[in-house]
């Protein structure tokens, strides 16, 4: 069901049309982050569309403790729950579960944990994160793997990928079961690899070299953006990216800021999820083209413009930076959805801007001035 179209390439850099069952996503893309099947900031799915979102990710391990995989097939899966009709990505649960480093214990089977919630004791292994994600009926399901720290030991790292390589194979064997059953919502549900191996250069490539075999939909490289440096996680795409399939998605998971993005583009990646537009939105801080403000300073008190001139983002075609400063000050929420609606724009139009530099052949001049242009702004 799924097609990878190339359409341009300048370097290393992918321009491309991916067809799902749900519509076509064009790529360079950044998914919009709603974990919960809701953006915070009180940002809707009709919001999304006016914002220029192309597609939507929510996370397994959330939905299934609240409010149940079960209840949202029963509803319809998530595109009818939430009212939203483009592709949507729904990430293992796996980072989550790993991240309750002090509630889970790990065996060859699945990780034993307990829920953030109410404590209850949870069980996620390869075939439940399929069957979940599977009640979901997402577009598209993420493999369930370990993420090990980046700054854990070789032998443990080792152990970990190799892991994460035979849940892999359990994860595709079940993802062609459900599809095949009567009563699966999304019988077209494409499964995603996660290429993992911390910050070892020879474990990430000859990881990279076993999951391209299994000839899957699309492939994501986990574990950067968890404490390793910006170099460093450029050096592992640099040395990565070119040993998995070119005539396929590649996703960064977790990835990041607008010049991580454009760094990453440029060495072959398509795919980008972050919660910062979002997280740092509710905090006061608004993504521009001359770099992050944060709209709580001061000198914003009497600014009448608008948080980025020209930007065509509903706060910006109506608000002023002063009256945003002052929701923000008095804690409206509205100030909260004003900041993440802006955000998420800047992101998705950025996306738009780097396609369009790809067409046009002009990508590096693009970047080039991207960049510098962030270094403009005085906070």
């Given at each position: 069901m799924a097609e990878?179209?190339?359409?341009?390439t300048?370097?290393?850099?992918?321009r491309?049309?991916?067809?799902?069952?749900?519509?076509?996503v064009?790529t360079?893309?950044?998914?919009?982050?709603?974990?919960?099947?809701?953006?915070?900031?009180a940002?809707?799915?009709?919001d999304?569309?006016?914002?220029?979102?192309?597609?939507?990710?929510?996370n397994?391990?959330?939905?299934h403790?609240?409010?149940?995989?079960?209840?949202?097939?029963?509803?319809?899966?998530?595109?009818?729950f939430?009212?939203?009709?483009?592709?949507v990505?729904?990430?293992s649960?796996g980072?989550?579960?790993?991240?309750?480093?002090g509630?889970?214990?790990?065996?060859?089977?699945?990780?034993t944990?307990?829920s953030?919630?109410?404590?209850r004791?949870?069980?996620?292994?390869?075939e439940?994160s399929?069957?979940?994600q599977?009640?979901?009926?997402?577009?598209?399901?993420?493999?369930?793997?370990?993420?090990?720290?980046?700054?854990?030991?070789?032998?443990y790292?080792?152990?970990?990928?190799?892991?994460?390589t035979?849940?892999?194979?359990?994860?595709k064997?079940?993802m062609?079961?459900?599809?095949?059953?009567?009563?699966?919502?999304n019988?077209?549900?494409?499964?995603?690899g996660?290429?993992?191996?911390g910050?070892?250069?020879?474990?990430?490539?000859?990881?990279?070299?076993?999951?391209?075999?299994?000839?899957?939909?699309?492939?994501?490289?986990?574990?950067?953006?968890?404490g390793?440096s910006?170099?460093?996680?450029?050096?592992?795409?640099?040395?990565?990216?070119?040993?998995?399939?070119?005539?396929?998605?590649?996703?960064?998971?977790?990835?990041?800021?607008?010049?991580?993005?454009?760094?990453?583009v440029?060495?072959?990646v398509?795919?980008?999820?972050?919660?910062?537009?979002?997280?740092?939105?509710?905090?006061g801080?608004?993504?521009?083209d001359h770099?992050?403000?944060?709209?709580?300073n001061?000198?914003?008190?009497?600014d009448?413009r608008?948080?980025?001139?020209g930007?065509?983002?509903?706060?910006?075609?109506?608000?002023?930076?002063?009256?945003?400063?002052?929701?923000?000050?008095?804690g409206?929420?509205?100030g909260?959805?004003l900041m993440?609606?802006?955000?998420?724009?800047?992101?998705?139009?950025?996306?738009?801007?780097?396609?369009?530099?790809?067409?046009?052949?002009?990508?590096?001049?693009?970047?080039?001035a991207?960049?510098?242009?962030?270094?403009?702004?005085?906070?």
């Amino acid at each position: 069901m799924a097609e990878y179209k190339l359409l341009k390439t300048e370097g290393r850099a992918k321009r491309a049309e991916f067809t799902t069952v749900h519509g076509t996503v064009q790529t360079p893309v950044f998914m919009n982050v709603g974990t919960c099947a809701a953006i915070k900031g009180a940002v809707s799915t009709l919001d999304l569309k006016e914002i220029g979102t192309q597609i939507e990710l929510s996370n397994t391990y959330h939905l299934h403790v609240r409010p149940g995989d079960k209840v949202v097939k029963k509803m319809g899966g998530i595109h009818k729950f939430m009212n939203w009709d483009r592709p949507v990505l729904t990430d293992s649960g796996g980072f989550q579960v790993f991240s309750l480093a002090g509630l889970r214990k790990i065996k060859e089977e699945g990780v034993t944990f307990h829920s953030h919630v109410d404590g209850r004791l949870i069980f996620m292994g390869p075939e439940e994160s399929m069957q979940i994600q599977s009640n979901l009926a997402s577009t598209i399901a993420m493999a369930f793997d370990e993420c090990p720290p980046s700054l854990a030991e070789r032998s443990y790292i080792e152990n970990s990928v190799a892991r994460t390589t035979r849940w892999l194979e359990r994860c595709k064997a079940e993802m062609v079961r459900l599809n095949s059953l009567e009563d699966t919502i999304n019988k077209h549900q494409l499964l995603f690899g996660i290429n993992q191996g911390g910050t070892l250069t020879d474990v990430r490539i000859e990881h990279a070299k076993r999951i391209t075999d299994m000839d899957l939909d699309g492939y994501a490289v986990g574990g950067l953006a968890v404490g390793e440096s910006h170099e460093e996680m450029y050096r592992v795409l640099d040395e990565v990216v070119p040993f998995l399939p070119k005539d396929k998605p590649v996703y960064l998971m977790g990835v990041g800021t607008p010049a991580n993005i454009l760094e990453a583009v440029e060495r072959g990646v398509d795919f980008f999820d972050c919660v910062y537009p979002t997280r740092n939105g509710r905090h006061g801080h608004a993504y521009t083209d001359h770099g992050k403000i944060n709209l709580l300073n001061a000198k914003y008190e009497t600014d009448d413009r608008p948080i980025q001139e020209g930007c065509g983002c509903p706060a910006c075609r109506n608000y002023s930076r002063a009256y945003i400063r002052h929701l923000l000050k008095a804690g409206e929420m509205l100030g909260m959805r004003l900041m993440v609606l802006h955000n998420l724009y800047f992101y998705n139009n950025m996306m738009t801007e780097i396609r369009n530099a790809l067409d046009n052949g002009c990508f590096a001049s693009y970047k080039k001035a991207k960049l510098e242009g962030f270094s403009t702004e005085k906070e």
